[in-house]
């Protein structure tokens, strides 16, 4: 007689009966003839923030030499910090490369975000970074997977305009809308409260609702007489709703305000300030070792949240305009 250890199990064994299916109860015991067991346990889930979606087969596109960690937003750079060095490195250079990119090539800003979010997958401001350069490259439904992701990490609404757009994006303006009023105006930053007005005015328009599309853009903001960074946007959002009512004149007001409120901007830039800058050169553990006050910069200014596309956070100044209209 053979000894069949560890043989099948539909073998004959003591208290069994010939042939007959082992299952396996949530316990991890034998169950046999229990038709409500199960084969094989519900499997744990190994990736509650969705790093798989960028785990497909992926060339790292090459960085230039030229190309540092140090070029890399602060606020972003400090999220980078419980990462080993060398992969904090190579994640910050290849952010860099994005954000220089998005403009001009977002394809390849697009695959300079992939390689990042393959090293460092579970920190906010590179699956921000991701979600970015997929909207900017049309892949609006990989957009939205990666900004839910982004909001599940860092508890954080600061784009949920660009949620709302990608909503639109998918051609589910109804669901753009539902997106939208899911978070309160007043907990948003001034910037971004502008920007989800822009967009919801824009779902209002897909659905065909114009009356509607003007009095999401009617808002405190809407003032002609300052120009603050998000005014040439809003004001030429007004100017299309206008037109699409007919209102030609008025739309044409608004789009002029639009223009005069971006000169004003690039003006105020260009101020002839002069003001002395002390460059001291630090080294990476320096770099990463942001003072707790630039963490908690939010918490006393009004900013936007720092990303590997904008600068450090910085008070919104108003340039004031003259508007005779």
């Known amino acids: 007689m053979s000894d ?6 539909s073998s004959k064994r003591p208290g069994g009966k010939p042939d007959e299916k082992r299952l396996w109860t949530q316990g991890g ?8 067991a199960r084969q094989r346990e519900t499997p744990e889930d190994r990736d509650p923030f969705g790093i798989r979606s960028v785990r497909t087969f992926h060339e790292a596109p090459e ?7 140090k070029q890399l937003d602060r606020i972003a750079l400090n999220e980078l910090k419980t990462l080993s060095k060398e992969n904090a ?4 250079r290849h952010l860099v490369m994005a954000a220089r990119l998005i403009e001009n090539d977002p394809e390849l800003a697009h695959s300079h975000a992939i390689s990042a ?10 699956r921000e970074t991701l979600a970015i350069t997929a909207y900017a490259t049309g892949d609006y439904a990989l957009a939205l997977r990666e900004l839910r992701t982004y909001r599940r990490i860092t508890g954080r609404d600061d784009q949920l305009p660009m949620m709302v757009d990608c909503e639109r994006g998918l051609e589910r303006a109804d669901r753009a809308l539902e997106l939208g009023r899911s978070v309160s105006r007043a907990s948003l930053a001034v910037p971004v409260q502008v920007e989800l007005a822009i967009a919801m005015s824009g779902a209002r328009l897909d659905l065909g609702q114009a ?3 003007l009095v999401e853009l009617e808002i405190a903001q809407l003032d002609p007489s300052t120009a603050y960074s998000f005014s040439p946007a809003l004001f030429a959002a007004y100017g299309v709703v206008l037109e699409e009512l007919g209102r030609n004149a008025e739309a044409q007001v608004w789009f002029e305000r639009a223009d005069v409120a971006a000169d004003a901007l690039d003006a105020d830039d260009g ?18 070792n942001v003072d707790e006050e630039l963490t908690n910069v939010e918490d006393e200014l009004i900013v936007e949240t720092g990303s590997a596309f904008d600068g450090t956070g910085s008070a919104f100044d108003g340039t004031k305009l003259n508007d005779e209209r």
């Open 4 to 9: 069949k250890r560890g043989g099948s199990p």
């Open 29 to 36: 015991a034998p169950a046999r003839g229990n038709r409500d």
């Open 63 to 69: 960085i230039p030499e030229d190309v540092t960690p």
């Open 89 to 92: 490195e190579g994640v910050a």
């Open 117 to 126: 979010a393959r090293r460092a997958g579970r920190i906010g401001v590179v």
């Open 211 to 213: 009356d509607a599309a």
């Open 271 to 288: 101020a002839d300030d002069t003001i002395e800058v002390v460059e001291e050169e630090l080294a990476w553990e320096e770099l990463m």
